[in-house]
């Protein structure tokens, strides 16, 4: 069976077809500029053919998928000989809220409750369902399912997910934890149990490290915290949100800078984090080389930027140890865990009061799956890089086949 997947935003449509046989991306790409003028770049991975990047007019959804449907099975760009050997399409929604806690077979209820957690999602939810709508106006008759960012942690307990505000704003607008990210660490949880060789009762924290950045402590498969929050903002400073601060800050601030609620929220999204502190980039290669490079005049708050990111992943190590009564593997997952040896020697080197180390000459590595566990550590160290797509394309299949 070949599987669609579709990761739709609000004016942008990524995709990558799977050809499920041999869980290979037979071709991938994305429409940029929706519903403003359109560009099309299609990569075609099974058979050699040219890559497709040009401006196309794309002034709706429906008119991003139609293009991709088109290039999937062209004879220049495809890899396809009709629309009929795509079998299901799967979807990625931000927001579950507490409707779904696994992947879900598309129909009326499932858009209507999607449509209900527009108010916990509101810019991704909305792009979400004109990706669904647009793939069912497109191909009628093709199973779709929606996997869900939020549907992992579903299983946390009340006490991880409840905060100390009036209950009642719980009862009556669902205002809850709910983390995100939940398909990359269900991904890199499920890896890490294989590779400790089962057993029951696995305590496994996962380090999902990127632009966004989230760590989930989960036992027997199962997660039972997280850092993000109702919505991603929450938890640990990332490439450009700020993470968990003071809320008193936000009226501190907005009064002495004069922003209304929405500038406020704006600086706390876009211009915060480790691109706030260091004024240098939210991209952490440009802040480690400005880190490194003493002549920069913005060396020191680059490193400050450093510091202050890789102890707030060591300290969220350091509460989940006690979350799970101790640890069996730690992972290291997404563009910054998976790639940057530094982060991860910096991060494990706070944890020697747990008895955690990794080898120092096996951690030299990029990008790849490994075992980075030091002699005599109390809990093994994992590189495993995560493949969120390759859930979607799984959790399809098995869904549209059952
Ligand atoms: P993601 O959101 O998972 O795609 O991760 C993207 C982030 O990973 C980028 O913003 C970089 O900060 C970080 N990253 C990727 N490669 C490296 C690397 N070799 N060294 C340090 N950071 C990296």
């Known amino acids: 069976m070949n599987v669609l997947i579709i990761n739709a935003g609000s004016s942008s449509l990524k995709y990558q077809l799977f050809d499920m046989k041999t869980e290979a991306v037979a071709a991938k790409g994305q429409c940029e500029r929706i519903g403003i003028d359109g560009h099309l770049k299609h990569t075609p991975l099974s058979n050699g053919k040219p890559v497709f990047d040009e401006d196309i007019p794309l002034p709706t959804h429906s008119e991003a998928i139609s293009a991709v449907l088109d290039k999937l099975t062209g004879e220049k760009y495809g890899v396809l000989s009709s629309l009929s050997e795509i079998g299901a ?8 809220g507490q409707s779904f806690s696994e992947s879900v077979l598309i129909n009326g209820d499932v858009i209507a409750a999607i449509e209900e957690n527009i108010p916990l999602g509101p810019l991704h939810n909305p792009a979400n369902l004109m990706g669904i709508n647009a793939c069912r106006s497109v191909m009628p008759g093709v199973p779709q399912v929606a996997v869900f960012d939020t549907a992992f942690h579903q299983t946390m307990p009340e006490k991880a997910y409840i905060y100390a505000i009036p209950y009642n704003y719980y009862e009556k607008y669902n205002v809850r934890r709910y983390g ?27 380090c999902h490290l990127g632009n966004g950045s989230s760590i989930a402590a989960v ?11 109702m919505t991603p903002l929450e938890g640990l400073p990332m490439g450009t949100r700020s993470g968990s601060i003071d809320p008193a800050i936000i009226e501190f601030v907005a009064n002495h800078e004069k922003l209304t609620r929405e500038e406020i929220f704006d600086v706390l999204n876009k211009k915060s984090g ?16 400005a880190a490194a490079d003493a002549g920069d005049a913005l060396s ?51 944890l020697g009061g747990f008895g955690i180390t990794i080898d120092h000459e096996k951690n030299k590595l990029r990008g790849q799956l490994a ?11 994992f590189v495993i890089p995560t493949n969120e797509e390759l859930v979607i394309a799984r959790d399809t299949k098995a869904i549209v086949e059952a």
């Open 219 to 229: 036992k027997d498969g199962k997660c039972i915290d997280t850092s993000m929050g």
């Open 300 to 350: 020191r708050r680059a490193q400050l930027a450093l510091d202050v990111f890789r102890y707030q992943v060591a300290k969220y190590i350091g509460s989940y140890v006690v979350t799970l009564g101790g640890v069996d593997a730690i992972v290291f997952t997404a563009g910054l865990g998976e790639n940057s040896a530094e982060l991860r020697e910096a991060v494990t080197s706070q």
């Open 89 to 96: 399409v799967g979807h990625r929604v931000l927001h579950g």
């Open 274 to 289: 480790v691109l706030g502190i260091s004024g240098v980039s939210s991209d952490f290669r440009d802040i480690e080389k």
């Open 371 to 381: 075992d980075i566990t030091g002699a005599g550590s109390s809990a093994r160290v």
């Open 180 to 206: 995100f990210h939940g398909t990359s660490h269900r991904y890199v949880s499920s890896e890490a149990i294989k590779m400790l060789g089962g057993g029951a009762g696995t305590r496994v924290i996962t």
